[in-house]
Structures are given as C-alpha cells and as structure tokens.
C-alpha cells in the first residue's frame, strides 16, 4: 500500500495461531502506550493502550505486555485471523503532559491461510 | 457517525505551490494532531493544538503552517519551503481534558509534490 513501508519487519503467521508483536520504547519518562493498526490507504486505528502502572492488559484476542525495566512492549493476537493483516504500531506519549505520541517504525503483520 | 475527515484523499501540486489539507472533526474534541508518514518509517508529529486559537510546533514543523480559528477544524498548510513534500499525511484529535488517551486518526491525504 501507499502508506506502508517497503522495508518493514514482517512477521508471517498462520491462521489461527497466535502472532506476537515487539516493540522496544526509548524514553523512561513514558507513562503510556498504545498499539494502533493501519491498514493500506487507511489512517492507523486504536487496539488498545496501557498505563505504566500496568504490567498487561487485556482486551478482546489481544493482550499488551510492558516491561519497564527494558523498556519493552508487546501486542499478542491470539487465533490470528486473514484480518488481522496489517502494520502495527506501536506509541508512547514520552510522558508528557498531553497526549502528543511517539510512534515506533512499525510491523507488517502477515497472516496466510 | 462521529469521525475525523481529510480531504481529499488524493493531492497533486507542482513543486513551489502552497498547499492546503484539510481536517476537520465532530467528536468534540479539544486537541488536534498532524502527523506525517514516510515509506519505512512511523509518524512524525508536525505540529499540534490542544486549544481553540493555540498550536505548537512538534518534531518536524520547518515548511509546514497551521491555523486553529475553530474547534472542529485544523487545517495544515504544506509550504514550498517544505523541501520533501511528498508524504502521506495524517490528522488526528484526543481529548485533552483526559491526558491518557488515544488520538483518533482520519483516513489520510496522500500528497506527491512534482
């Protein structure tokens, strides 16, 4: 698509299996994160997003990990689905005091049948 | 439905023209985003504002202007002294009265600057 990159990470699933997504945040100061999808031609749209008070997160075939001390984040889908083809991104908000993010180089999510 | 609209999807210009991209929103929503995609890279934030009359310059603001004389509506203005125009560009609004949480994003405006 127009809008993704060429040069992505690409992780390449099965239908129903679990696909699992990282991402490594750079600043310290973040105290909250989200996952978005994008998928070609289309703005990104919200999956779900965590607080730093939080370790995982839950919603519905997804689950969020964060691992503050390395600085890490996770997105699982589980049963992927042909659907689910698309870049993730993941954000932080750099802590702080609005909502301004920093977004991650994104992952392309391929799912065969 | 409630949203956020761009217009138009698709923009052409030649190199050294001004051009305009509009966004506009009905949820309500006090703060304003423009993000600028690359091939290969995430969003880059261009500039934002929280408040109606207000805006702020984010990471990458050289060659880009903005107005927010309404709350609905925040148009960016991609000038010819932006050196590498041609991007897919992305608006986006939050409630800023709630710190934590997530900008809503339109569907986009790819522009390709000739």
């Known amino acids: 698509g127009e809008n993704v990159g060429l040069h992505l990470p690409t992780l390449s699933v099965q239908e129903g299996d679990n696909s699992i997504i990282n991402c490594a945040y750079s600043?310290?100061?973040?105290?909250?994160f989200i996952w978005y999808k994008q998928e070609s031609g289309k703005g990104p749209q919200f999956i779900i997003d965590?607080?730093?008070?939080?370790d995982k997160r839950q919603g519905q075939r997804v689950t969020v990990l964060l691992n503050k001390t390395v600085k890490h984040l996770s997105l699982q889908i589980a049963a992927t689905q042909p659907g689910d083809s698309a870049v993730y991104f993941c954000a932080e908000n750099g802590g702080n005091a609005g909502n301004m993010l920093t977004f991650g180089g994104g992952t392309r999510l391929m799912v065969k049948p | 439905d409630g949203g956020i609209t761009q217009s138009p999807k698709y923009l052409f210009r030649k190199e050294g023209q001004n051009v305009t991209l509009s966004c506009e929103q009905n949820?309500?929503?006090?703060?304003m985003y423009w993000y600028r995609q690359d091939p290969g890279q995430g969003l880059r934030l261009i500039y934002y504002s929280q408040i109606v009359n207000d805006f702020q310059k984010g990471d990458i603001a050289e060659g880009y202007s903005v107005s927010r004389e309404k709350k609905e509506s925040f148009p960016l203005t991609v000038t010819s002294a932006q050196k590498n125009p041609t991007a897919f560009y992305l608006c986006?609004?939050?409630?800023?009265?709630?710190?934590?949480?997530?900008?809503?994003f339109g569907n986009g405006t790819r522009l390709t600057v000739t």
């Open positions: 949820l309500n929503h006090d703060a």
């Open positions: 986006a609004s939050s409630i800023s009265s709630f710190p934590r949480s997530p900008l809503h």
């Open positions: 965590i607080r730093s008070n939080m």
């Open positions: 600043n310290s100061a973040s105290d909250y």
